[in-house]
């Protein structure tokens, strides 16, 4: 049976986010319903609500940095129970049979991972909605846990900023004796300081912005580097075996590479689109470097993470908001005002 759920959404790509009503579908076999509890804000939020990447179906209610406890499972679920604190980041289903899907990289699904909104379910064809919500129901394949001792707000951005960082982090053998820097300090990158500190490598941030040297030691990183000094830029010369690449617009790459080791790779995880200006090959050909591209993570790579922060205690630093004042957030978001990503306290819905 449906239940009717209130929401926030977005009806166009100009309109404010507002109360919106819908109806979540009733449990199927493996299915877990969820009360939210918190919820993260991504710039793919605001990028997916004003039609930022085109495709957006309206009204869509974004969210995908989501935290809650269990209230209902379908009669096929054993791995959760009702009272559990689980999350749920971009993906709710895959195709699960693809080679992508068989390696636990769903987020790779030959057919298209079904994201958790403004895409359609692969069984009733209705559209999904977000964690800006009161409930969601989602296949237990697609269900974290959530470890004790996690704070649960600071655990929200780990769906997506965490993951995303993650990922690349272990895929490229981010660890002791391994030089890794992180290109941006925002909700991404703070997370990929944290991370790549706690996996034992040497961590460097680069940042445009004289001033943030002590948050990003406070974070994790062992120095920094104005990426606008030149003499600075020289002094790192050869010398990182991975750069994680977190800014979210097109930007140049050039003064990057060099400061790659021989195999190094620099991996964008914040930018989707074409470069501007291009990559010079000279310094990738010279070295056997590479410029490659990573998404979020899959199920079993994301349980990992969550897994490794609950070790070490590791969560966002966040600013937690009411439901109510997202169009604001939205807006400070775009100035880079937050320190470092927001979070939805879901029970101010309520209000």
């Given at each position: ?5 209130l929401?926030y959404?977005?009806?166009?790509p100009t ?5 919106y009503r ?5 449990l199927?076999?493996?299915?877990v319903?969820i009360?939210?509890?918190?919820c993260?804000v991504c710039?793919?939020?605001?990028h997916?609500?004003r039609?930022d990447w ?7 209610v ?7 406890r269990?209230t209902?499972?379908g ?8 009272g ?7 993906m709710v289903d ?12 769903e987020?790779?699904c030959?057919?298209?991972?079904t ?7 692969r069984?009733?064809h209705?559209?999904t909605?977000?964690?800006?919500s ?11 846990k ?10 929200a951005p780990?769906?997506?900023?965490g993951?995303?960082t993650?990922s690349?982090?272990?895929h490229w053998?981010a660890?002791?004796g ?13 997370m990929?300081?944290?991370?790549a500190r706690?996996?034992?490598?040497d961590?460097?941030l ?7 040297e ?8 062992h120095?920094?580097v104005?990426s606008t ?8 010369g ?6 994680i690449?977190?800014?979210?617009y097109?930007h ?6 060099p ?8 991996v ?14 000279v ?9 490659a ?9 994301t349980?990992?993470?969550?897994d490794?922060?609950g ?5 966002s ?6 439901m109510?004042e997202?169009?604001d ?10 320190k ?5 306290d879901?029970?101010?819905l309520k209000?």
């Amino acid at each position: 049976m449906t239940t009717n759920v209130l929401g926030y959404a977005a009806s166009s790509p100009t309109s404010a986010l507002a109360p919106y009503r819908f109806q979540r579908r009733g449990l199927r076999s493996d299915d877990v319903a969820i009360e939210v509890l918190y919820c993260g804000v991504c710039h793919s939020d605001l990028h997916t609500a004003r039609n930022d990447w085109g495709g957006t179906q309206y009204p869509v209610v974004p969210g995908h940095e989501i935290i809650g406890r269990v209230t209902e499972v379908g009669p096929g679920v054993t791995r959760f129970k009702a009272g559990d604190r689980v999350g749920v980041g971009c993906m709710v289903d895959s195709c699960r049979h693809c080679n992508p899907c068989e390696r636990g990289l769903e987020q790779y699904c030959a057919e298209g991972a079904t994201f958790t909104y403004n895409a359609v379910d692969r069984h009733d064809h209705t559209p999904t909605q977000g964690g800006y919500s009161q409930r969601v129901v989602v296949s237990d394949r697609f269900v974290l846990k959530v470890p004790d001792g996690l704070d649960l707000a600071g655990a929200a951005p780990l769906l997506c900023a965490g993951i995303t960082t993650w990922s690349p982090l272990r895929h490229w053998g981010a660890g002791p004796g391994r030089k890794v820097a992180v290109v941006g300090l925002g909700g991404l990158g703070h997370m990929a300081l944290k991370l790549a500190r706690a996996l034992g490598a040497d961590v460097t941030l680069f940042t445009r912005s004289p001033g943030k040297e002590a948050d990003a030691l406070r974070l994790g990183a062992h120095q920094v580097v104005l990426s606008t000094d030149a003499v600075q830029m020289a002094a790192v010369g050869g010398r990182f075996d991975l750069i994680i690449d977190t800014v979210p617009y097109a930007h140049d790459l050039n003064p990057y590479l060099p400061t790659l080791a021989i195999d190094g790779t620099l991996v964008l995880v914040g930018y989707l689109g074409d470069l501007d200006p291009l990559v010079n090959s000279v310094p990738l050909i010279m070295g056997r470097k590479a410029v490659a591209g990573s998404l979020i993570g899959g199920i079993p790579e994301t349980q990992e993470m969550l897994d490794f922060c609950g070790q070490h205690g590791i969560t966002s630093d966040i600013e937690l908001i009411r439901m109510q004042e997202i169009n604001d957030a939205y807006e400070r978001m775009l100035k880079s005002d937050v320190k470092y990503r927001f979070v939805i306290d879901m029970a101010s819905l309520k209000d």
